[in-house]
């Protein structure tokens, strides 16, 4: 049996998670939190936590695998989530790179990995996979902002639903996936996420770090799971992080 920590209410369940991991707590392990406070995404990004209505979650893992590969986890879990998502609603799930979760061209959720410093032993290397999902939240949840862009499970099935239910399915695929992933490799697993991607063919454009805008065609993630596109010029631009959305125009 994994071991499962509730609480109530914390800033961030990834933090609480990684103060476990450092401490040596084994694969699976996992931190679930009824309200976050300090809920974050990607690139400093706030991650809107609406109290009792989501799944706000933090899962060890220590899989037997390459440092090098560890940047992978995060397409890996987006398998595993969209997965449940479908088996939970009985709605299509896609996933728009890296990390974010849709359902009928709406964010439902989110995907938030870190890693330990690449500096320790193999064996003491681990990944907290942060998992956030808009489960029965309505309408009214959601800052005025986010309400053409945000859906959760009950908008779109009218279901209502027992989170930690969703929780216990969620981490189970997930370890599921990462035990496929260690032992079979990331081909198949791409695969399958490759027939969900919500950017694929679409007109889109990534802002990175520096500042700097690429247009162009998403192609999809290649076998690193490096993203590409293809701008009006033929060339073709990976992407290795920054913030990717779709454009409005050509």
Known sequence: ???????????????IAKELAEKGAPHGTAVLAAMQTGGRGRLGKVWESV?????YCSIIVRPEIDIENYARITL??????????EEVTGKRCMLKWPNDIYLKGRKCGGILTESSPVMMDNQEMYAVIGIGLNINSSDEDFPAELRTTATSFFMESG???TIREVFAKVRDQLLIELDEFSTTGFTAILNRWRKRDYLLGQWMECVGYDGNIVRGIAL???SEG???????DGVEHGVLSGDVRLAKSR
Do not use: C, Q, W
Not at 51 to 55: A, E, I, Q, S, V
Not at 76 to 83: D, N
């Open 1 to 15: 049996m994994y071991p499962v920590h509730f609480l109530e209410s914390t800033d961030s369940t990834n933090r």
């Open 51 to 55: 109290p009792g209505k989501g799944l």
């Open 76 to 85: 890996v879990t987006g398998v595993a989530v969209a997965k449940i998502v």
């Open 159 to 161: 279901g209502n639903y």
């Open 220 to 222: 999809g993630p290649d």
């Open 226 to 232: 490096r993203l590409f596109l293809r701008d009006e």
